[in-house]
């Protein structure tokens, strides 16, 4: 068959490869020990002291577990490259978005199974925590409330895409309105229940920080709806009511745990705030090399105080979790590859005339796992970070005219 040449030419990515490359680079460098002896983790020389033998050093506490995070690291930016390069053709972008918008509704599906039958299980596994909220096959409910709210950007995309398709169809409002219509009632009718059922979902996972940051991602979507001028101002404040009743209906309906919890949020001794206060005195003493990817748990034993009860493996806030593990110069990289990633979705928002709903469904979704990651743990999740890999490939990739992108190499 021969090499089929990508859709997206490295040379217009360099800025991403460049800058998630270094951080990649730096998570390898950690683990081994060919670095100056002055920067390697004090903690190796303490240990070797007490075993009364000499361990060799590095500036990772926990090598193997750095290595485990470069490749998954390595595996998700694989998923994105290759969502990039195959979805450069606008059906194929609909076919991923597709695609999660189904995973999401057949795993909200199995969820609301599960909870409505009162069996605190996960497939044939026992519940150890959250018995009372839904979880789908997760474990943690925020969890799943990622996962759901990236589903539901990417069904709501879907639908603005065959509202679109009605209004283009028709001249007289009220056959462009009849039009619509069908399409939702007749060959699109999945993606309206999926819609349903992934918010009914979600209310019921009772996660405050996954409710909160969806609908931070649905504000985002109309934003960039406004931003990208695809649709005129009347149709998209009529799209923006629709969102706010439905969820408002829904949360009214069987949001009374989640408004109870949402109630009683308070930040007033919240365990939470004690630990970033600790993370960050453990971020000042290796701001620059770091303590190694995936070392947080390790570090945090020695600075956890006995005020903080519970054990906390997470900092639940990706942000800072990061720098401590990467160094800020290592971690600003990491970081600013999804900053480029973002300020192409805007410039791609600005520019395309056509398919402009797939780079508004990447900027909500990195909205929503933007905010969840600040309180949370959710792209530390390996099935939620692929996911939205996934959705981020196909944004970017329908950000480029097909025009301007020829020979790729």
Known sequence: LGWEKPGVRMKSTWPLLLLFGAAILWVIIQSFSMTPPGWHHPLWISAGDALDMTLTSRISLNPYESMSVACRLLTYAGIFWLSLQHCRRSDRARQVIYAVTYSGLAYAVYGLLVQ?????????????????????????????????????????????????SALGQTASSRERLRQFIENMTGREWSLLLAWIVIIAALIMSHSRAGFASTLLGLATFVAALWFSRALSARYILVFGGFCVIAVSLFFAVGGGELDQRIAEATWVDEPRLRVYDLTLSAIDAAPILGTGAGTFEEVFRFYRTTDITDVYMKAHNTYLENILELGFPAALALFGALVWAVVLICVGLRRRQRDVFYPCIGLASTALVAAHSAVDFSLQIPAVTATYCLIMGAACAQCWSSRKIKDPW
């Open 116 to 164: 409505f039958s009162g069996s605190q299980t996960i497939l044939w596994f026992s519940k150890f925590a959250y018995l009372d909220d839904l979880t789908s096959s997760f474990v943690n409910r925020n969890s799943f409330a990622t996962y759901a709210g990236l589903a539901l950007m990417c069904t709501t995309g879907l639908i603005l895409i065959a509202m679109t």
